[in-house]
């Protein structure tokens, strides 16, 4: 199997590989486009800030060739934010996989960002959750989130419900850090790379 971790500008990619080394997977970490669309599988991580993010994927043409893949794709965190239309984090226009705009955490009890493990419970059919539990812990860090909408396939709360996962065609996405959430990281990553 052919999987292509896409390269841009946002962190968190070794903590990627990492999770692809300990299940014993080959991969590419590239920008060019025909290593991205002949994979088999396509992972799209991030950490980082929407509009420099968004920058440097027009620089690269990578915002014109991500919403084309026709194999699956796998987004986490800010990877995730940046499929959806539009985020509140400096009014940055993204790539419009998802028709949902990302909103930034308000409130004054809870600390924002969020981070740490908080659960996760799995909406309708989702495949990445396939052998786990309806209910599960993965590690969340992050100040913007989407809001829950029909491709919301797992819900988190946390200041109000939100998408932890979201899923349209051959799109996956993760708000977490699959590749650091232990055991259940593993396997949704596992169960990627399955379909």
Request: aromatic letters at 10%.
């Amino acid at each position: 199997m052919k999987i292509a971790i896409i390269k841009y500008n946002a962190g968190n990619v070794a903590s990627v590989m990492y999770a692809l080394d300990r299940i014993g997977m080959k991969y590419s970490w590239t920008d060019e486009e025909e290593e991205i669309r002949s994979a088999d599988k396509v992972i799209f991580p991030g950490v980082g800030e929407a509009s420099t993010a968004m920058a440097y994927l027009r620089e690269k043409q990578l915002d014109r060739l991500i919403p084309t893949l026709k194999q699956p794709v796998l987004a986490t965190c800010i990877g995730m934010q940046l499929l959806c239309k539009h985020s509140e984090e400096n009014d940055t226009t993204c790539m419009g996989v998802f028709d949902v705009e990302i909103k930034r955490f308000k409130s004054t009890e809870l600390k924002i960002p969020h981070v740490g493990w908080n659960s996760i419970e799995a909406q309708g059919e989702n495949k990445l959750m396939k052998g786990l539990s309806a209910s599960e812990y993965v590690y969340f860090v992050h100040s913007y989130y989407a809001p829950v909408n029909p491709y919301t396939t797992a819900i988190c709360d946390y200041v109000q419900p939100f998408s932890a996962m979201l899923q349209k065609d051959n799109f996956y996405a993760a708000q977490f850090h699959a590749e650091i959430s232990g055991l259940a990281g593993q396997n949704i990553i596992e169960n990627f790379l399955a379909l």
